[in-house]
């Protein structure tokens, strides 16, 4: 090191009149033999006073913004504060249900009415007052636990039979789930709260008396920094202390490791998988639990350990071990093999990687009952982004002949999920969602081969704006095509689907993780392009829309592939008349507010806004902070020297250079995020504000700091408002305001 944090402050070039001051260290590291600066450092530890106060003068300076713009061109209008509340609201009025879990004669889901905060898990069973009739009861309302709304519930799982129900909530944002066990029959509570079940999956075995699950060891038990890893698998029964639980699975391993836990529907067979953090590659163990002595910990036997692919594993209603893989298969694969034999020698591929489509999940239909034999095999696939379903002999895989092999959809949309009952027979079910189409669930009855709508939103679908979707092809800098949808009002283009006239333009991306960014409904998406604006979701490398080897084209050394990839689409939307670089904003979140944060400060001059939430700005340091350790295989080690060298080439808070004009900027962030630290966000903002040449009046960089919230779910009115203000901002910094 080179400079103590606690230097004085070394000379600055002046920055723009109206930010708040922020101390500009003297402070450089030696790391690797790189000099690094970090100016900004003590704005790391939110609790210090000076970053307080800092953070409140922040506040004030947007609260400031927030009055001349609502005052001002959206004083009036439809993106003013009052009509665009009301028009989310309206959009956002269907509210939300979800595929069922079925166990016996009971249907178990979530659903959110246009007026619920939060979704709620809703219990369907046969009325004993009315024969051949339903009742329901709402088992979990996050908001019945917690009237302020900021409760909210990360996942639940009924037990085989049905009687009981694992689930798990989180509070003031913070993604800390909290295991809790009730009676579906009383609604009462029979066991916990689990602390430390954070990411937990919940694997019932028969009868309910017991479950798996995973936990994180005791914090006392480890060093402070790594409290928030070291999970392992474990094996409650239900109403004893969870400190009795028997440790099944887990020491030794990577500290970093998730892990997925199922029990098979006859309960012989409990399936393991493991990830170190976000790596693409699982591990996978099978063990029976016939064959080990009751409370002791079973013989594992390896599926697959050590391959450099992603496996996911169950055993079918048949008694045969499927395994859904990347191994040999960049796009996917299905084999099959017996349990007994579970390794990858003995796999038999029955679906094989399809050249272009991604395959996304698999369901078996069969007689019901005792009668297991497959009857039909369906196969959902992602095909450039777009989801297709199709049906095959479950013996060889071959697609059914003719018509038989294709599922009908609604649509160019996204499927989400196969379910079927436990219990087997001809129906499948799967959630359908397109830019215009409200997420249903649909079924699929395997003796007739149709599809019909199961369940519709609970609450009525606004009327929607007359919109054309299409997509667009950029070419990369390395030549490689890109892909994105272009969103935009139908009065807006001319016969041939170009763009009348420029138009204000929000482009969206992500790039990580193997995320793809599918079709979906978005009031976001429609309220803006019902003002008259254009919406544009590029699918760019680092996610999953054509297969591993686009993520990876994305990840580690090629992340600079992602904004090449990011500053292709925009260069399009330009040169082919939907907008120009002082009507156009890019947009995006976590890992997608790195892109944008790249995005800004390699090019600065082609995006008039940015709006940039939640996000990781500094490279070099994240991996200390937040879940960062985990990310690691994503974006490399900083404490590699070459994977630090791949960092610093991008990384926005390093990149930044005193005297450019930056686009205007909003940073919003929220205090209760565990997952992603505010810091990024804080040091990239007093970097830029000491760094722009633009007037505050003219391209403000603005903080939106919110309490009581996380990375992840929110109430409904939260979201709105959230959603409100990002508009705001977008359309008074590309003239949307001034279109009328």
């Not at 956002?92 to 959110?112: I, K, N, Y």
């Not at 095999?377 to 989801?387: D, E, T």
């Not at 499948?428 to 519709?456: M, N, Q």
């Not at 998406?525 to 591993?548: D, I, K």
């Amino acid at each position: 090191m080179t400079a103590d944090p606690a230097a004085p402050l070394a000379p600055a070039p002046t920055a723009p009149a109206g930010y708040p001051a922020a101390r500009r260290l003297d402070l450089a590291e030696d790391l690797h033999g790189r000099r690094v600066a970090d100016p900004y450092r003590w704005l790391e530890d939110a609790a210090a006073d000076e970053t307080e106060a800092w953070s409140t003068a922040q506040d004030d300076l947007y609260a400031a913004y927030r009055a001349r713009v609502t005052s001002g061109g959206l004083a009036e209008g439809p993106l003013a504060t009052g009509p665009l509340t009301a028009r989310l609201g309206e959009l956002l009025g269907a509210g939300f249900v979800g595929t069922p879990a079925w166990r016996g004669d009971r249907r178990f889901f979530s659903r959110r009415t246009g007026e619920q905060e939060h979704a709620v898990v809703v219990v369907a069973e046969p009325d004993p007052d009315a024969p051949g009739a339903e009742r329901e009861r709402v088992l979990v309302d996050p908001v019945a636990l917690d009237p302020a709304g900021t409760t909210t519930l990360d996942a639940w799982q009924p037990s085989k039979e049905g009687d009981l129900l694992a689930y798990q909530v989180s509070h003031g944002g913070t993604e800390e789930s909290v295991l809790h066990v009730l009676d579906v029959a009383t609604g009462e509570l029979v066991d916990g709260p689990v602390d430390r079940a954070r990411y937990s999956p919940v694997a019932w075995e028969p009868g309910g008396r017991s479950l798996f699950y995973v936990r994180r060891l005791a914090p006392e038990l480890l060093p402070e920094d790594e409290r928030q890893y070291h999970r392992r698998v474990w094996r409650h029964v239900v109403g004893t202390d969870p400190a009795e639980d028997l440790e099944v699975f887990g020491d030794g391993l990577d500290m970093t490791n998730y892990y997925g836990v199922s029990v098979s529907r006859d309960g012989r067979w409990l399936i393991v998988s493991a990830s170190a953090g976000t790596a693409p590659r699982t591990d996978v163990w099978i063990a029976d639990l016939h064959a080990a002595e009751p409370g002791t910990v079973p013989a594992f036997r390896e599926v697959a350990v050590g391959y450099d692919a992603e496996v996911g594993a169950w055993v079918g209603r048949d008694g045969r071990l499927y395994v859904h893989t990347t191994l040999d298969a960049d796009r996917g694969r299905l084999a099959v093999t017996d349990p007994e034999d579970p390794a990858v020698p003995h796999w038999r591929t029955l679906l094989a990687e399809d050249p272009e489509a991604v395959l996304e999940d698999v369901a078996f239909t069969d007689g019901g009952g005792d009668d297991t034999a497959p009857r039909q095999l369906l196969a959902s696939w992602r095909r450039h982004a777009v989801s297709e379903v199709t049906v095959h002999d479950p013996a060889t895989g071959e697609r059914l002949p003719d018509g038989a092999g294709t599922v009908e959809l609604p649509g160019l949309g996204s499927v989400g999920g196969l379910v079927t009952r436990p219990d087997g027979g001809p129906d499948v079910w799967f959630t359908y969602t397109d830019h215009t189409t409200v997420t249903e669930v649909h079924r699929y009855d395997a003796t007739t081969g149709s599809t019909s709508l199961w369940a519709a939103p609970p609450g009525a679908v606004a009327d929607l704006p007359e919109v054309r979707v299409q997509r667009v092809v950029a070419t990369s800098a390395d030549g490689t095509a890109v892909r994105a949808f272009v969103v935009a009002r139908a009065d807006a283009l001319d016969a041939d689907g170009r763009p009348l006239a420029p138009a204000p333009t929000i482009l969206y991306g992500y790039g990580g993780f193997q995320i793809s960014l599918d079709p979906a409904y978005s009031a976001t998406t429609l309220a803006w392009v019902e003002a008259g604006g254009v919406y544009v979701v590029a699918n760019l490398r680092g996610g999953g829309e054509e297969g591993e080897q686009w993520h990876r084209a994305g990840r580690r050394g090629n992340k600079q592939h992602v904004f090449d990839d990011f500053h292709a689409v925009a260069g399009l939307l330009v040169d082919e008349g939907w907008t120009t670089t002082d009507r156009l904003a890019c947009w995006g979140g976590s890992n997608g507010g790195l892109l944008v944060g790249a995005a800004l400060t390699q090019q600065p001059g082609t995006f008039a806004a940015v709006v940039c939430s939640a996000p990781l700005l500094d490279m070099v340091r994240y991996q200390r902070f937040g879940l960062g350790v985990t990310w690691t295989d994503e974006y490399g080690d900083a404490d590699t020297p070459r994977e630090l060298d791949w960092l610093l080439s991008y990384s926005p808070y390093h990149r930044v250079v005193d005297g450019v004009r930056y686009p205007a900027t909003l940073f919003t962030i929220f205090d209760g995020d565990t997952r992603v630290d505010p810091l990024h966000a804080r040091k990239l903002a007093a970097a830029l504000q000491a760094a722009t040449s633009a007037p505050v009046d003219e391209a403000p960089v603005l903080v939106r700091r919110e309490k009581g919230v996380g990375h992840g779910g929110r109430a409904l009115s939260r979201t709105i408002g959230l959603t409100v203000e990002q508009l705001q901002f977008v359309a008074d910094r590309t003239g949307l305001t001034r279109r009328g």
